[in-house]
């Protein structure tokens, strides 16, 4: 219901009801009213003996509605004394469900259920009276009859909080009000504003709350008098729903205890900032925070803690809307391990960067009942905190919310296997999984869930239409559920007085439901409810109950009629009927058969309305193998056959099954179509029948017995479920059999991933180990045991994995040969743990005896390296991952040899490292704390976390020991799992039945959510390898999406940075003004708030203020590098400084800084250039650089030069508005056509693979993988101002097709190979309307030109027809696949195109074309268009364009296809299709855009070029021309006028630096161009580049006749650098074996060779102009050479005197081993501003920059790197550089101070990068992509 503008500020619900007149309203028993003399006006009373007998009800129709939308209820009243009351609120949510929210004081305890919810009420009492001393320190006991010193009160409820915490439900509006005696009511009114009573207008007003803040004083009419000089609390009570008060054990509603007031500690002055937050600390909360290490002396109890040195913690974002519920309105089963009272503020961020720890009320509301959840204290240690009261504070909470969503379950089964439905469509199937119950649709494998139950489902039962869906749970108190099974949501809940509830039946129209339970007596009880009203927001009730002695294994309700039944069991089979509100039976006469256990039942199939019941046949089976047709009129049996197992007749041929004498086999299940019979036996076998069981029609054999048959209301599919947790279905049409799911049987202990190939092996008390897809769910393998499993562990490259015994025993398997490699049986205990190192060099394993094992992990056999004896603490409850390996693969962590002891050993060696006792940790604790789980923590391996039993999570630095940090109250009972992702970002922990995701830092005040489903302990939950869900264990699988971002945005990245600080610093000590927040290294830091200026001054100094830390030096060395995080105010609202800073010292010895790089496997992609495959790259994206905001940029993105040809479909173009879009790289090229400018769109960070146009060119859409190559991202683009105003995510590998529909209501994307399927979106909001999964590669897709609701697609496997469903909101997809024609042979299809609504036309790798009827979804029409693949078909009116890969662009008449389809026949002789013209271009097409008559358009090839085509005068024009394989060098031409490329097909490019076009191009075929540079003359009619090449030759073009000027040969190998000397008259060439040749411009000779660096490839080449006389040789030149063993010369030159000399020689240390596939280049230049200063940098000790005066003959400055560069040029102006790096950033550097800025725009390593000899412009390079950028000021 929309808000109503009438409602605010507040409704006085008696004024608006007119109370008085009982026209709107009613009044029933004793209500009367009376001048209070409290309150001195008119109030009513209401009173009686019971409560429910006298009571006002608002409104008087119980059909009509308040409709009051006010978000709290206010009620002022006050209980009557020693009496009971109660009060009756039906508020109405969102799905327009009616919910009762009662309380009263006669309850004691709280109870829920779906429509109601009960609250225990807490009458206060009069200050400092006897009952009010005791309600505060009571326990329990405290709920009854209101005091005789009870007083008026004002309650305020949050209807919004309370039905989102409990029910999950949205709020609408307020229905109805009961208020029944015995009580007194002054009023009652609702609002949107949290009013306070106890503040009167004026007190408001001065406290600065108003109603735009959601705040202020209670309205006049409806407050209480207070005299003057009087205290409103001292009169009254106050009471808030939810409370922030002390809770009793159970939720209620009560007065909150009154808060201790603050004393002040004058003493005690905050250094940092004016002014100090300060809460009282109440002893309980006193009790739960451990200040032992925090505050040097103990406080009294309420004295307040003030910090005398705030630590620095990571900032907090704001989150300005307080929502406490899943917005999507999932049923997911997450709740917030803590929730608060949405008043709460958030913390008061000071601008010291001081921020206060928030401790949370004692006792927190949750959704789960068995784990409700107390605070969380986070305790950073070892520094005091100031803790803000909740009054200062706002609500914060870990976002996304959910952050989990459970994806896809693998089991089945746990209470009962017999429970597996059809839906009446035939196209899912409905089965429990232990406490959740799953449809899962049966085409994809999609998973739907319904979570809600508690314990393990044990009965299941549809409607007959399937909308309507009743579930039970074990248990003592057996509770039932009722479903809306298409929305999904519980209608229903309610309890049965019984136990075992074992069987439910639903009659067909929904109306019936019975249930067979046991009875406290254990007896049989049959109950019928009557569930007509359910659906309408109406109540269960029951109809029937029976007691009875009978044994019941089955009952059916009738879907003739509702109030007959039948059930069968032991020793009967009986007939049942509800007449009158009685239920009555008739057993069958049995005869002979009467001792027989009857297993089921089934009515013959039939519904016809005019036959009689009594002509009803009843089928029933027995374990004897009996199968009896029973007379239903007469109540006999009418038919008795016999299931008898097969007589060996031959050795390899069995009979079929009879029906003769003999022993039988037992038949579990039967199910009855009207054609045939099915039925499922303890022998493992599903059996068809005919009606007259004459013989087996199909069988299907299992693995186990048969517990349920099912077949589909169809008659076409039967499911066959087994009771080791299997089922499957059957097709009997097509007699194929599906398995749909395999499960285990008992409890999973343990779990591994394969994240290379996403497999999955689990470990179970079944004593098998299976091994699964994580994509399909499929069983891949199984490995069964006599000896009991107890984990496993994956290798992290070989697809290998071990296991951990029972016996002890340790074995490796080999997972694609299934065979046994190593066993190893020196333990003698339980195997707990089994770990590898990361590096896959080692293998690890621990047993409940104490001992461990070290072995060899790359040898087949996995010899013991050393085992060693009572090192790990004995027991099995640390299993299965008793052992952690840090991401380095140095140490290893277990928990022993005691369970107090956390012992930190060398990974290879075993030797212990460390050893820290947990139970001394707490000194305050009376109790000693054990330690139960330890890990590591992936980022950083200083870090180590352990779980306790004390229910806190501790962080101990691995080098030192010491406590950094603790988290407890982290579950309420024994937890057993804990985890961290690989960004240190999240951390997950598992208690009970429950998985909990908590923000790793700890830095909101609900640092967690709670997730339920597993019906048992969670015995493992990890991240899996990509990080993009979560997997936990117990009775199931349970695979989660993990929605958190898997990077930062810009508003809220941070960069890893280092700060140097001298080793005698303490960590809880200031350095240079900076606070370390807590002894422990950040990760990330924060962007700054302003642009920061630094102080050249000592070595320790560190800037407070900037992003990261800078440190200059004179003589000091470095001893230590530490993160410094520096907390900005307000993170949201202050524009973030673009500008960050390296470290720079001026000495040597900088800090290490470690390196990482991801290899990933590439999948095989299809026989198919239309294919996209993203090029290979062996770089890795950064993930920690943050780019700085657009306007804030140094360097701007001028032009991008060329055009991706790796691309598919990444062109795009729009006739009537004269643009065009196109990708290069990771950035989206829009340019004008009459204009020739360019826009650029930045928002991937990897390779787009294409792009689609709106028909209206508003809107673009382009895709690309993300960071991690896991998952594809498509950006949506506004194309008027270039922003991206919608990002969505579906496929899991690249995105080969996008495509809008004609009226661009709806868009598609088609996922490539990896991932084949397609996904619906709604062009209005982006949301996903359907997807689809197909089983081969999808290469293209497209609408229909004129019909909404068809597309098509094609790939692999043939043609795809789908037809667009719309039914409401929701969309579905019917695909059709139609396989090519066979006179194409075996072919892909490659392309399609639409030419009229009923012709489709399509492409294959072979070159033909087919024409196909859409109609009768047939080809009728085949031709052979080309002798290559064609990738390119595009169709306007009658004509067709091809384009293939043999480089041929055709155009084709195709107005004869039409007639061939009115013929309904094949091509004839006389009938062609007409070539009308042709072209070739250079290169194979990959995408095309032509105008509506196909006269002209544009053509993308995979040379990189984009050309214009003009059929009507066959001619073509090149607009985008780019490099097709790697650049290997760039520079600009002296004016700036130009730049030179060259690349490995051996051309050199010359490009127009104003215009950025080609100009002209020099090719030599079969070498590839190594180095270019550009001679120093200005003349342009002498101007020409020289270029290096493969051959040893160097080339020089002179650029005014565009021919080669001169061959030279200087080199026998590659060239890698070249160079003009200054005058222009030589040029010096380096080649890769180091020979440094200096050759005469003039004709060519080698005048010089220069062997210093023979040996080693010189990678740098520089010549500068410079008087050589101050170094003491002669010279008017200088020039340098570095080469790849870290060398770098330094010569001095006068080559008209033919003098070259030696200046300086210098040589750069570095470690013996390089972590790396190749080392990093050599560089070297000339400080343009000063040429006497050398910087170089290349592989070393440190990544870094160093400065070399060739004057003072050493280092004077450095300047710390995060990365190994791989390119790097100066500026001749401002004192910039530019450095390019492997992991694909530029970064922009101020030499003097350090100043940087991280550009991301590349998506592989940067080859090379030159700056103009301006410094205005500046060239980046990385592989093909050439990016112009304008130089602006740092």
Same mark, same amino acid.
């Given at each position: 219901?929309?808000?109503?503008?009438?409602?605010?500020?507040?409704?006085?619900?008696?004024?608006?009801?007119?109370?008085?007149?009982?026209?709107?309203?009613?009044?029933?028993?004793?209500?009367?009213?009376?001048?209070?003399?409290?309150?001195?006006?008119?109030?009513?009373?209401?009173?009686?003996?019971?409560?429910?007998?006298?009571?006002?009800?608002?409104?008087?129709?119980?059909?009509?509605?308040?409709?009051?939308?006010?978000?709290?209820?206010?009620?002022?009243?006050?209980?009557?004394?020693?009496?009971?009351?109660?009060?009756?609120?039906?508020?109405?949510?969102?799905?327009?469900?009616?919910?009762?929210?009662?309380?009263?004081?006669?309850?004691?305890?709280?109870?829920?259920?779906?429509?109601?919810?009960?609250?225990?009420?807490?009458?206060?009492?009069?200050?400092?009276?006897?009952?009010?001393?005791?309600?505060?320190?009571?326990?329990?006991?405290?709920?009854?009859?209101?005091?005789?010193?009870?007083?008026?009160?004002?309650?305020?409820?949050?209807?919004? #909080?309370?039905?989102?915490?409990?029910?999950?439900?949205?709020?609408?509006?307020?229905?109805?009000?009961?208020?029944?005696?015995?009580?007194?009511?002054? $009023?009652?009114?609702?609002?949107?504003?949290?009013?306070?009573?106890?503040?009167?207008?004026?007190?408001?007003?001065?406290?600065?709350?108003?109603?735009?803040?959601?705040?202020?004083?209670?309205?006049?009419?409806?407050?209480?008098?207070?005299?003057?000089?009087?205290?409103?609390?001292?009169?009254?009570?106050?009471?808030?729903?939810?409370?922030?008060?002390?809770?009793?054990?159970?939720?209620?509603?009560?007065?909150?205890?009154?808060?201790?007031?603050?004393?002040?500690?004058?003493?005690?002055?905050?250094?940092?900032?004016?002014?100090?937050?300060?809460?009282?600390?109440?002893?309980?909360?006193?009790?739960?925070?451990?200040?032992?290490?925090?505050?040097?002396?103990?406080?009294?109890?309420?004295?307040?803690?003030?910090?005398?040195?705030?630590?620095?913690?990571?900032?907090?974002?704001?989150?300005?809307?307080?929502?406490?519920?899943?917005?999507?309105?999932?049923?997911?089963?997450?709740?917030?391990?803590?929730?608060?009272?949405?008043?709460?503020?958030?913390?008061?961020?000071?601008?010291?960067?001081?921020?206060?720890?928030?401790?949370?009320?004692?006792?927190?509301?949750?959704?789960?009942?068995?784990?409700?959840?107390?605070?969380?204290?986070?305790?950073?240690?070892?520094?005091?905190?100031?803790?803000?009261?909740?009054?200062?504070?706002?609500?914060?909470?870990?976002?996304?919310?959910?952050?989990?969503?459970?994806?896809?379950?693998?089991?089945?089964?746990?209470?009962?296997?017999?429970?597996?439905?059809?839906?009446?469509?035939?196209?899912?199937?409905?089965?429990?999984?232990?406490?959740?119950?799953?449809?899962?649709?049966?085409?994809?494998?999609?998973?739907?869930?319904?979570?809600?139950?508690?314990?393990?489902?044990?009965?299941?039962?549809?409607?007959?239409?399937?909308?309507?869906?009743?579930?039970?749970?074990?248990?003592?108190?057996?509770?039932?559920?009722?479903?809306?099974?298409?929305?999904?949501?519980?209608?229903?809940?309610?309890?049965?007085?019984?136990?075992?509830?074992?069987?439910?039946?639903?009659?067909?129209?929904?109306?019936?439901?019975?249930?067979?339970?046991?009875?406290?007596?254990?007896?049989?009880?049959?109950?019928?409810?009557?569930?007509?009203?359910?659906?309408?927001?109406?109540?269960?009730?029951?109809?029937?109950?029976?007691?009875?002695?009978?044994?019941?294994?089955?009952?059916?309700?009738?879907?003739?009629?509702? %109030?007959?039944?039948?059930?069968?069991?032991?020793?009967?089979?009986?007939?049942?009927?509800?007449?009158?509100?009685?239920?009555?039976?008739?057993?069958?006469?049995?005869?002979?058969?009467?001792?027989?256990?009857?297993?089921?039942?089934?009515?013959?199939?039939?519904?016809?309305?005019?036959?009689?019941?009594?002509?009803?046949?009843?089928?029933?089976?027995?374990?004897?193998?009996?199968?009896?047709?029973?007379?239903?009129?007469?109540?006999?049996?009418?038919?008795?056959?016999?299931?008898?197992?097969?007589?060996?007749?031959?050795?390899?041929?069995?009979?079929?099954?009879?029906?003769?004498?003999?022993?039988?086999?037992?038949?579990?299940?039967?199910?009855?179509?009207?054609?045939?019979?099915? %039925?499922?036996?303890?022998?493992?076998?599903?059996?068809?029948?005919?009606?007259?069981?004459?013989?087996?029609?199909?069988?299907?054999?299992?693995?186990?017995?048969?517990?349920?048959?099912?077949?589909?209301?169809?008659?076409?599919?039967?499911?066959?479920?087994?009771?080791?947790?299997?089922?499957?279905?059957?097709?009997?049409?097509?007699?194929?059999?599906?398995?749909?799911?395999?499960?285990?049987?008992?409890?999973?202990?343990?779990?591994?991933?394969?994240?290379?190939?996403?497999?999955?092996?689990?470990?179970?008390?079944?004593?098998?180990?299976?091994?699964?897809?994580?994509?399909?769910?499929?069983?891949?393998?199984?490995?069964?045991?006599?000896?009991?499993?107890?984990?496993?562990?994956?290798?992290?490259?070989?697809?290998?994995?071990?296991?951990?015994?029972?016996?002890?025993?340790?074995?490796?398997?080999? =997972?694609?040969?299934?065979?046994?490699?190593?066993?190893?049986?020196?333990?003698?205990?339980?195997?707990?743990?089994?770990?590898?190192?990361?590096?896959?060099?080692?293998?690890?394993?621990?047993?409940?005896?104490?001992?461990?094992?070290?072995?060899?992990?790359?040898?087949?056999?996995?010899?013991?390296?050393?085992?060693?004896?009572?090192?790990?603490?004995?027991?099995?409850?640390?299993?299965?991952?008793?052992?952690?390996?840090?991401?380095?693969?140095?140490?290893?962590?277990?928990?022993?040899?005691?369970?107090?002891? =956390?012992?930190?050993?060398?990974?290879?060696?075993?030797?212990?490292?460390?050893?820290?006792?947990?139970?001394?940790?707490?000194?305050?604790?009376?109790?000693?704390?054990?330690?139960?789980?330890?890990?590591?923590?992936?980022?950083?391996?200083?870090?180590?976390?352990?779980?306790?039993?004390?229910?806190?999570?501790?962080?101990?630095?691995?080098?030192?020991?010491?406590?950094?940090?603790?988290?407890?109250?982290?579950?309420?009972?024994?937890?057993?799992?804990?985890?961290?992702?690989?960004?240190?970002?999240?951390?997950?922990?598992?208690?009970?039945?429950?998985?909990?995701?908590?923000?790793?830092?700890?830095?909101?005040?609900?640092?967690?959510?709670?997730?339920?489903?597993?019906?048992?302990?969670?015995?493992?939950?990890?991240?899996?390898?990509?990080?993009?869900?979560?997997?936990?264990?117990?009775?199931?699988?349970?695979?989660?999406?993990?929605?958190?971002?898997?990077?930062?945005?810009?508003?809220?990245?941070?960069?890893?940075?280092?700060?140097?600080?001298?080793?005698?610093?303490?960590?809880?000590?200031?350095?240079?003004?900076?606070q370390l927040s807590n002894g422990m290294p950040r990760q990330t830091a924060p962007l700054p708030s302003s642009q920061p200026r630094l102080d050249v001054s000592t070595l320790d100094h560190v800037y407070q203020g900037g992003l990261g830390s800078l440190s200059f030096g004179e003589d000091s060395p470095v001893k230590t590098a530490l993160p410094v995080h520096v907390v900005s105010p307000d993170p949201t609202s202050d524009p973030r400084s673009a500008v960050s800073f390296l470290k720079v010292t001026d000495l040597e010895n900088p800090s290490p800084v470690d390196s990482e790089e991801m290899n990933q496997n590439k999948p095989v992609r299809p026989d198919c250039y239309r294919h996209?495959?993203?090029?290979?790259?062996?770089?890795?994206?950064?993930?920690?650089?943050?780019?700085?905001?657009?306007?804030?940029?140094?360097?701007?993105?001028?032009?991008?030069?060329?055009?991706?040809?790796?691309?598919?479909?990444?062109?795009?173009?729009?006739?009537?508005?004269?643009? #065009?879009?196109?990708?290069?790289?990771?950035?989206?090229?829009?340019?004008?056509?009459?204009?020739?400018?360019?826009?650029?769109?930045?928002?991937?960070?990897?390779?787009?693979?294409?792009?689609?146009?709106?028909?209206?060119?508003?809107?673009?859409?382009?895709?690309?993988?993300?960071?991690?190559?896991?998952?594809?991202?498509?950006?949506?683009?506004?194309?008027?101002?270039?922003?991206?105003?919608?990002?969505?995510?579906?496929?899991?590998?690249?995105?080969?097709?996008?495509?809008?529909?004609?009226?661009?209501?709806?868009?598609?994307?088609?996922?490539?190979?990896?991932?084949?399927?397609?996904?619906?979106?709604?062009?209005? $909001?982006?949301?996903?309307?359907?997807?689809?999964?197909?089983?081969?590669?999808?290469?293209?897709?497209?609408?229909?030109?004129?019909?909404?609701?068809?597309?098509?697609?094609?790939?692999?496997?043939?043609?795809?027809?789908?037809?667009?469903? %719309?039914?409401?909101?929701?969309?579905?997809?019917?695909?059709?696949?139609?396989?090519?024609?066979?006179?194409?042979?075996?072919?892909?299809?490659?392309?399609?195109?639409?030419?009229?609504?009923?012709?489709?036309?399509?492409?294959?790798?072979?070159?033909?074309?087919?024409?196909?009827?859409?109609?009768?979804?047939?080809?009728?029409?085949?031709?052979?268009?080309?002798?290559?693949?064609?990738?390119?078909?595009?169709?306007?009116?009658?004509?067709?364009?091809?384009?293939?890969?043999?480089?041929?662009?055709?155009?084709?008449?195709?107005?004869?296809?039409?007639?061939?389809?009115?013929?309904?026949?094949?091509?004839?002789?006389?009938?062609?299709?007409?070539?009308?013209?042709?072209?070739?271009?250079?290169?194979?097409?990959?995408?095309?855009?032509?105008?509506?008559?196909?006269?002209?358009?544009?053509?993308?090839?995979?040379?990189?070029?984009?050309?214009?085509?003009?059929?009507?005068?066959?001619?073509?024009?090149?607009?985008?021309?780019?490099?097709?394989?790697?650049?290997?060098?760039?520079?600009?031409?002296?004016?700036?006028?130009?730049?030179?490329?060259?690349?490995?097909?051996?051309?050199?490019?010359?490009?127009?630096?104003?215009?950025?076009?080609?100009?002209?191009?020099?090719?030599?075929?079969?070498?590839?161009?190594?180095?270019?540079?550009?001679?120093?003359?200005?003349?342009?009619?002498?101007?020409?580049?020289?270029?290096?090449?493969?051959?040893?030759?160097?080339?020089?073009?002179?650029?005014?006749?565009?021919?080669?000027?001169?061959?030279?040969?200087?080199?026998?190998?590659?060239?890698?650098?070249?160079?003009?000397?200054?005058?222009?008259?030589?040029?010096?060439?380096?080649?890769?074996?180091?020979?440094?040749?200096?050759?005469?411009?003039?004709?060519?000779?080698?005048?010089?060779?220069?062997?210093?660096?023979?040996?080693?490839?010189?990678?740098?080449?520089?010549?500068?102009?410079?008087?050589?006389?101050?170094?003491?040789?002669?010279?008017?030149?200088?020039?340098?050479?570095?080469?790849?063993?870290?060398?770098?010369?330094?010569?001095?030159?006068?080559?008209?005197?033919?003098?070259?000399?030696?200046?300086?020689?210098?040589?750069?240390?570095?470690?013996?081993?390089?972590?790396?596939?190749?080392?990093?280049?050599?560089?070297?230049?000339?400080?343009?501003?000063?040429?006497?200063?050398?910087?170089?940098?290349?592989?070393?000790?440190?990544?870094?920059?160093?400065?070399?005066?060739?004057?003072?003959?050493?280092?004077?400055?450095?300047?710390?790197?995060?990365?190994?560069?791989?390119?790097?040029?100066?500026?001749?102006?401002?004192?910039?550089?530019?450095?390019?790096?492997?992991?694909?950033?530029?970064?922009?550097?101020?030499?003097?101070?350090?100043?940087?800025?991280?550009?991301?725009?590349?998506?592989?390593?940067?080859?090379?990068?030159?700056?103009?000899?301006?410094?205005?412009?500046?060239?980046?390079?990385?592989?093909?992509?050439?990016?112009?950028?304008?130089?602006?000021?740092?």
């Amino acid at each position: 219901m929309a808000f109503q503008g009438w409602q605010h500020p507040y409704v006085n619900i008696f004024k608006h009801v007119r109370v008085e007149d009982w026209k709107k309203s009613v009044k029933v028993g004793d209500v009367s009213t009376y001048t209070d003399k409290t309150l001195k006006c008119p109030v009513f009373r209401i009173k009686g003996p019971v409560p429910a007998n006298s009571y006002i009800l608002v409104p008087k129709n119980t059909n009509h509605s308040l409709g009051l939308t006010g978000r709290y209820f206010y009620l002022l009243f006050r209980p009557t004394p020693g009496k009971y009351f109660m009060v009756h609120l039906d508020v109405t949510v969102e799905e327009g469900q009616v919910v009762r929210i009662s309380f009263s004081n006669m309850f004691k305890e709280f109870k829920s259920t779906a429509t109601w919810l009960q609250f225990p009420f807490l009458c206060g009492a009069a200050k400092d009276s006897v009952y009010e001393c005791t309600s505060r320190t009571a326990k329990h006991g405290m709920v009854g009859r209101a005091p005789t010193s009870v007083r008026w009160t004002c309650l305020m409820m949050d209807l919004q #909080f309370t039905l989102s915490v409990y029910l999950s439900h949205h709020y609408s509006h307020l229905k109805s009000i009961k208020l029944c005696a015995n009580m007194a009511v002054k $009023n009652m009114f609702t609002s949107d504003l949290l009013l306070d009573p106890g503040v009167s207008f004026s007190e408001a007003k001065q406290m600065g709350l108003a109603s735009s803040q959601g705040t202020g004083a209670m309205p006049r009419e409806m407050s209480f008098p207070v005299p003057k000089g009087g205290s409103w609390n001292d009169l009254y009570d106050h009471i808030r729903f939810p409370s922030e008060g002390t809770k009793l054990p159970f939720d209620s509603i009560q007065k909150e205890n009154p808060k201790p007031v603050a004393r002040s500690a004058s003493s005690q002055i905050n250094p940092v900032g004016e002014e100090s937050y300060c809460v009282s600390l109440t002893k309980p909360v006193q009790d739960r925070v451990s200040f032992s290490q925090q505050i040097p002396k103990s406080l009294p109890r309420n004295q307040t803690a003030v910090a005398s040195s705030i630590p620095e913690l990571d900032v907090f974002s704001s989150n300005p809307k307080d929502q406490l519920w899943d917005n999507n309105g999932q049923l997911q089963g997450a709740a917030h391990s803590s929730l608060h009272h949405p008043t709460s503020r958030l913390p008061r961020v000071t601008e010291d960067g001081g921020v206060h720890v928030y401790v949370h009320p004692e006792e927190e509301l949750s959704t789960q009942g068995e784990e409700s959840e107390e605070e969380v204290v986070f305790s950073p240690v070892p520094h005091p905190v100031s803790l803000p009261s909740s009054r200062e504070i706002k609500q914060q909470k870990l976002l996304p919310d959910p952050i989990l969503r459970l994806s896809r379950v693998i089991g089945f089964g746990g209470a009962t296997t017999r429970h597996a439905l059809w839906t009446k469509s035939g196209d899912a199937v409905v089965y429990p999984c232990h406490a959740i119950i799953i449809s899962m649709k049966i085409s994809s494998n999609k998973q739907r869930f319904f979570i809600g139950h508690t314990d393990k489902i044990s009965a299941l039962t549809f409607n007959g239409n399937t909308t309507l869906l009743a579930s039970a749970q074990t248990g003592n108190n057996a509770v039932v559920r009722l479903w809306n099974y298409s929305k999904g949501n519980c209608l229903t809940m309610f309890r049965i007085h019984g136990h075992s509830l074992s069987c439910l039946s639903f009659s067909y129209s929904g109306g019936i439901l019975c249930g067979v339970a046991k009875d406290s007596h254990n007896k049989t009880m049959v109950v019928v409810w009557n569930s007509i009203n359910v659906n309408k927001g109406g109540e269960v009730t029951i109809l029937a109950k029976a007691h009875t002695d009978v044994d019941i294994n089955t009952m059916k309700v009738a879907f003739f009629d509702d %109030t007959r039944l039948v059930s069968c069991g032991r020793e009967n089979i009986r007939l049942w009927r509800v007449r009158n509100g009685t239920l009555r039976s008739c057993p069958v006469s049995l005869g002979e058969y009467h001792a027989q256990d009857f297993t089921d039942v089934a009515f013959e199939e039939g519904s016809s309305s005019d036959r009689h019941y009594d002509d009803r046949t009843l089928f029933a089976s027995s374990r004897s193998g009996h199968i009896f047709e029973i007379d239903y009129s007469r109540v006999a049996i009418k038919n008795v056959r016999r299931l008898l197992p097969a007589e060996q007749q031959h050795a390899d041929r069995r009979e079929k099954r009879t029906f003769n004498t003999g022993p039988g086999i037992s038949i579990n299940s039967i199910s009855v179509s009207s054609s045939f019979c099915a %039925t499922g036996s303890e022998d493992g076998f599903l059996r068809l029948w005919p009606l007259d069981f004459s013989a087996v029609i199909l069988e299907a054999e299992h693995e186990g017995p048969v517990s349920e048959v099912l077949v589909s209301s169809d008659g076409l599919q039967v499911l066959a479920a087994t009771s080791t947790g299997n089922f499957g279905f059957l097709d009997v049409s097509s007699r194929g059999y599906n398995t749909l799911m395999r499960s285990h049987t008992d409890t999973v202990l343990g779990f591994s991933v394969d994240g290379i190939r996403r497999h999955l092996t689990t470990a179970s008390s079944d004593g098998t180990v299976r091994i699964w897809s994580m994509d399909s769910l499929h069983q891949l393998y199984d490995f069964a045991s006599e000896d009991s499993p107890c984990c496993v562990a994956f290798h992290p490259h070989e697809q290998t994995f071990s296991c951990g015994f029972g016996s002890g025993i340790v074995r490796v398997f080999d =997972v694609s040969g299934a065979k046994l490699l190593a066993e190893h049986k020196h333990h003698r205990g339980d195997v707990i743990g089994l770990a590898f190192s990361s590096d896959g060099e080692f293998m690890y394993s621990a047993d409940s005896d104490g001992s461990l094992a070290l072995y060899n992990a790359s040898e087949e056999e996995h010899n013991v390296i050393r085992a060693a004896c009572n090192v790990v603490a004995r027991g099995t409850e640390r299993a299965p991952d008793a052992l952690a390996v840090s991401s380095d693969s140095c140490c290893l962590v277990f928990v022993g040899p005691s369970e107090y002891i =956390v012992t930190i050993a060398d990974a290879r060696s075993l030797d212990e490292l460390l050893r820290v006792d947990v139970s001394i940790l707490n000194v305050e604790s009376s109790q000693l704390d054990s330690a139960l789980k330890v890990c590591f923590s992936p980022a950083s391996a200083e870090h180590l976390l352990i779980a306790t039993s004390a229910d806190k999570i501790l962080w101990l630095s691995t080098k030192t020991g010491l406590l950094l940090r603790e988290v407890s109250k982290v579950h309420r009972q024994r937890w057993s799992c804990l985890a961290v992702s690989e960004d240190a970002r999240f951390m997950l922990t598992a208690g009970h039945n429950v998985v909990k995701v908590w923000d790793y830092n700890m830095q909101h005040h609900i640092n967690s959510q709670m997730f339920i489903g597993h019906s048992q302990p969670v015995r493992q939950v990890s991240f899996t390898p990509d990080q993009l869900g979560v997997i936990s264990v117990g009775d199931a699988i349970f695979l989660w999406d993990f929605l958190a971002n898997p990077v930062e945005s810009f508003t809220d990245s941070r960069l890893l940075l280092k700060a140097s600080y001298k080793s005698s610093l303490k960590a809880d000590s200031e350095v240079g003004g900076v606070q370390l927040s807590n002894g422990m290294p950040r990760q990330t830091a924060p962007l700054p708030s302003s642009q920061p200026r630094l102080d050249v001054s000592t070595l320790d100094h560190v800037y407070q203020g900037g992003l990261g830390s800078l440190s200059f030096g004179e003589d000091s060395p470095v001893k230590t590098a530490l993160p410094v995080h520096v907390v900005s105010p307000d993170p949201t609202s202050d524009p973030r400084s673009a500008v960050s800073f390296l470290k720079v010292t001026d000495l040597e010895n900088p800090s290490p800084v470690d390196s990482e790089e991801m290899n990933q496997n590439k999948p095989v992609r299809p026989d198919c250039y239309r294919h996209f495959i993203p090029r290979f790259k062996t770089s890795s994206l950064d993930q920690s650089v943050v780019a700085p905001q657009p306007d804030e940029e140094s360097i701007k993105l001028k032009a991008v030069i060329g055009y991706n040809g790796n691309g598919r479909g990444n062109m795009v173009w729009s006739p009537d508005q004269g643009l #065009f879009a196109y990708s290069c790289g990771c950035v989206v090229v829009v340019e004008h056509l009459h204009t020739g400018s360019q826009r650029h769109l930045r928002g991937h960070s990897q390779e787009i693979s294409c792009l689609a146009l709106t028909n209206d060119a508003r809107m673009l859409a382009s895709a690309a993988c993300d960071s991690n190559n896991s998952r594809s991202l498509i950006l949506i683009w506004d194309i008027q101002n270039g922003n991206c105003h919608s990002t969505i995510s579906y496929h899991k590998g690249a995105v080969q097709s996008l495509a809008f529909s004609r009226d661009d209501l709806l868009f598609l994307s088609v996922g490539d190979f990896s991932d084949p399927g397609m996904a619906l979106w709604s062009s209005k $909001n982006f949301q996903l309307l359907s997807s689809v999964s197909v089983s081969g590669p999808v290469h293209d897709a497209a609408f229909s030109p004129s019909a909404a609701s068809q597309m098509a697609c094609v790939g692999t496997q043939g043609v795809y027809f789908n037809l667009i469903h %719309t039914q409401g909101p929701s969309v579905d997809l019917k695909v059709q696949k139609v396989t090519a024609p066979a006179e194409v042979g075996d072919v892909e299809l490659t392309a399609l195109c639409y030419h009229t609504d009923s012709v489709l036309f399509t492409s294959t790798n072979k070159g033909h074309v087919c024409a196909w009827n859409i109609t009768t979804q047939s080809c009728f029409m085949i031709w052979e268009a080309d002798n290559g693949e064609i990738g390119v078909l595009l169709c306007r009116g009658n004509r067709l364009l091809t384009g293939s890969n043999t480089h041929w662009l055709r155009l084709w008449e195709v107005e004869a296809v039409q007639g061939i389809k009115r013929k309904s026949c094949n091509l004839d002789s006389g009938t062609k299709v007409v070539v009308e013209q042709e072209m070739k271009l250079d290169g194979t097409m990959v995408s095309a855009a032509f105008d509506n008559s196909l006269e002209m358009g544009i053509i993308g090839t995979t040379a990189g070029t984009l050309w214009y085509v003009n059929w009507s005068d066959n001619s073509n024009i090149r607009l985008v021309s780019g490099h097709r394989t790697k650049v290997n060098d760039v520079v600009f031409s002296f004016d700036e006028s130009h730049f030179a490329t060259c690349s490995e097909d051996g051309s050199v490019r010359v490009w127009s630096a104003s215009s950025y076009e080609l100009v002209v191009q020099f090719q030599v075929l079969n070498q590839a161009c190594g180095c270019v540079c550009w001679s120093p003359s200005s003349s342009k009619d002498s101007a020409s580049v020289a270029a290096g090449y493969s051959d040893g030759t160097v080339r020089v073009f002179r650029l005014a006749s565009t021919e080669m000027e001169m061959k030279l040969h200087p080199h026998q190998v590659a060239v890698t650098a070249i160079q003009y000397a200054t005058n222009g008259h030589v040029i010096l060439s380096a080649a890769r074996n180091g020979l440094v040749a200096v050759s005469s411009q003039l004709n060519g000779a080698t005048i010089r060779v220069i062997r210093d660096h023979k040996g080693a490839t010189v990678s740098t080449i520089q010549c500068v102009n410079e008087q050589c006389k101050r170094f003491g040789l002669e010279g008017s030149e200088m020039w340098l050479a570095a080469s790849a063993d870290r060398r770098v010369s330094v010569w001095a030159a006068d080559w008209s005197k033919e003098k070259c000399d030696l200046l300086d020689w210098l040589s750069f240390p570095a470690p013996a081993q390089f972590e790396g596939d190749s080392l990093p280049p050599s560089l070297a230049a000339f400080s343009p501003a000063d040429h006497s200063l050398l910087l170089y940098t290349g592989y070393g000790v440190e990544k870094e920059l160093t400065f070399y005066s060739l004057v003072s003959k050493q280092i004077i400055k450095k300047i710390a790197l995060p990365h190994w560069a791989t390119c790097m040029s100066l500026s001749s102006k401002k004192q910039l550089l530019a450095v390019g790096s492997k992991e694909r950033v530029l970064k922009l550097i101020k030499s003097t101070d350090g100043r940087f800025q991280d550009f991301l725009q590349h998506t592989d390593s940067l080859q090379t990068c030159h700056f103009s000899p301006s410094g205005t412009l500046l060239l980046s390079v990385a592989h093909n992509e050439v990016l112009l950028w304008a130089v602006q000021n740092l």
